[in-house]
Each structure stands twice: as C-alpha cells, then as structure tokens.
Nanobody, 120 residues
C-alpha cells in the first residue's frame, strides 16, 4: 500500500524554525514529483512547495514562503523534507506530504499530516 508519513511538527514561537519530514513507501519515490501542501483551520488546501523527479531536483515555492522555506529530498531514504525558517503565525496549519500527478486528481493519497502551530 502507498503510505506518506509526516513528522516533525510542533508548537514554536514567531521567528523560530522547524523541520518537517516525510517517509514514503509503496511507490517509486525517486520517479515521483513531490509537494508539500498545508491546510489552515477553515480554509482549503494551500500549495507550499514542490520538488521535481527529473534528477535535477528543481524546486518551486509559493510566494508566502519564498525565501523562508526549503524543500529537499533524499531518494536513497524515500524521504521528503521541509526546512521552515522565520516562522510566522500565518504558517500555522496541518502540513501534508503528497505525490503529485500530471493530471486530475493531482493528489491521490493523503496521510495524516503533521501540525505546525506558531504562537507567542
């Protein structure tokens, strides 16, 4: 079965950092385009960052996290990572690691996510 297990969330104060991890199994991770998506209370999913599967590990970021977050992958360990710096209260959300498909539904499997709370 396909599994995406996120970890590393927690409660931090504004300006602090957190690193999220995701361990994938059940599919060829090295051939998959991977992404981080978050969902804040009362809002729909918001795309955060993506990393390509073409061997170059090309990264893209949503404007609100540009310059603060870094997405990376370790294909030998089937692991996706999100380094989050200078966290803000508006970053508070449930964060998901997802495999992205080239066509609808785009995201086929969802894990439990990991909660990030930024508060003073």
């Amino acid at each position: 079965e396909i599994q995406l297990v996120e970890s590393g969330g927690g409660m931090v104060r504004p300006g602090e950092s957190l690193t999220l991890s995701c361990v994938a199994s059940g599919f060829s991770f090295s051939r998959a385009h991977m992404t981080w998506v978050r969902r804040a209370p009362g809002k729909g999913p918001e795309w955060v960052a993506s990393i390509s599967d073409d061997g170059f590990s090309t990264v893209t970021y949503a404007e609100p996290v540009q310059g603060r977050f870094i997405i990376s992958r370790d294909n030998a360990k089937n692991t996706l990572t999100l380094h989050m710096n200078s966290l803000k209260p508006e970053d508070t959300a449930l964060y998901y690691c997802l495999r992205e498909l080239p066509t609808l539904p785009f995201y086929d499997y969802w894990g439990q996510g990991t909660q990030v709370t930024v508060s003073s």
